[in-house]
Structures are given as C-alpha cells and as structure tokens.
C-alpha cells in the first residue's frame, strides 16, 4: 500500500526463526528514518527476548510424534 511503511525484525535463536515483529504505520503520520530511530532498538530487544522465551520453552517441551 503506497500510504502506508513498515519495519520488521526477526525472532531468531540460532539459526532458526520463530517469527517476526513488525511495524505498520501511515506514512503521513511518520518517516521511516523517524521509525527506525524511535522503534527498532525496542523491536530487536523484544525479538531477542522472545526468542529466549521460545528457546527455553522448546528445552522444557518434550516434542511428541504426530503420527502413533
């Protein structure tokens, strides 16, 4: 959509990706310079949080088969 930018950060631990934050907004609300300078320090630090969320969960998880 040409009124609208976004930014977006992955959820990685590893080399895997759980996901990804991202950031929709009106482009005449804010710039993309002003976005990245106010928002993607708190998304890479959200990301990496969540991420070592989500590692600790798969440690404490037992995987089960889907197929029995």
Known sequence: NP???SIAVP???DKTVF???SLIWIISALNVAEAVHS?????RDAAQSLARQTAQEMTRVPL?????
């Open 39 to 43: 928002y993607i320090d708190p998304m």
């Open 11 to 13: 959820i990685l631990h």
């Open 19 to 21: 996901g990804c934050i």
């Open 64 to 68: 089960t088969s889907a197929t029995a």
């Open 3 to 5: 009124k609208t930018s």
